[in-house]
Nanobody, 119 residues
Framework: VQVVESGGGSVRAGGSLRLSCKAS????????MAWFRQRPGRGRERVAIMDGRGIIDYANAVKGRFTISKDNFENILYLQMNNLEPADTAMYSCAAVDGRTCTTGFDYWGQGTQVTVSS
């Protein structure tokens, strides 16, 4: 199983980016997946999560600005990030559970993609 992120980059505050997490050897549809980030000097935090039923939850800091979604045909998890702020600067990683629910730990992790937001 591999999950590989892409789409990071450098943008100005107020800009947008869309992150992608391409899965191989793993079925995105019906599975629990999430986006995490690690900001400089801080621990890893969960940004957005979608379980196998499509139920979604966001961290308070990104609600209304970020959207998690899946393309089941392409087997990709997305994170659309709008109105980016310098505080969103982080390494973003996707994670996947080998199952439908999100009650267990994540089994697969990507290497991450860097997002840098300048003021």
């Amino acid at each position: 199983v591999q999950v590989v992120e892409s789409g990071g980059g450098s943008v100005r505050a107020g800009g947008s980016l869309r992150l992608s997490c391409k899965a191989s050897g793993y079925i995105v549809s019906g599975s629990c997946m999430a986006w995490f980030r690690q900001r400089p000097g801080r621990g890893r935090e969960r940004v957005a999560i979608m379980d196998g039923r499509g139920i979604i939850d966001y961290a308070n800091a990104v609600k209304g600005r970020f959207t998690i979604s899946k393309d089941n045909f392409e087997n990709i998890l997305y994170l659309q990030m709008n109105n980016l702020e310098p505080a969103d600067t982080a390494m973003y990683s996707c994670a996947a559970v080998d199952g439908r629910t999100c009650t267990t730990g994540f089994d697969y992790w990507g290497q991450g993609t860097q997002v840098t937001v300048s003021s």
